[in-house]
């Protein structure tokens, strides 16, 4: 008979293996939109090109709706500045 016990004895990941999560600014998208666009320079094909120049598209957007949340935010805690004063 075989020994099983070799299948139980796997290690998990600790906690420092695991990623690290950070807060995404819309600097962070930019940053990231402005790789892709230089590792889509890079490419020797069309598809992988075309994939990363998306792949820029999707973070500059992103970058744009995280400057609204913000921006939006910003006003809403304006406004209730101002109701708190008043």
Do not use: G
């Not at 099983?4 to 420092?16: C, E, G, K, V």
């Amino acid at each position: 008979m075989t020994n099983r016990t070799n299948f139980l004895t796997i290690p998990a990941p600790s906690a420092s293996a695991k990623r690290a999560w950070t807060k995404e600014t819309a600097e962070a998208c930019r940053q990231r939109a402005s790789a892709d666009l230089l590792k889509a320079a890079a490419m020797i094909t069309a598809n992988q090109r075309l994939a990363l120049e998306r792949s820029a598209e999707s973070w500059s957007l992103r970058a744009v709706l995280l400057d609204r949340v913000e921006a939006t935010a910003a006003k809403t805690r304006s406004s209730e500045a101002e109701q708190v004063r008043l």
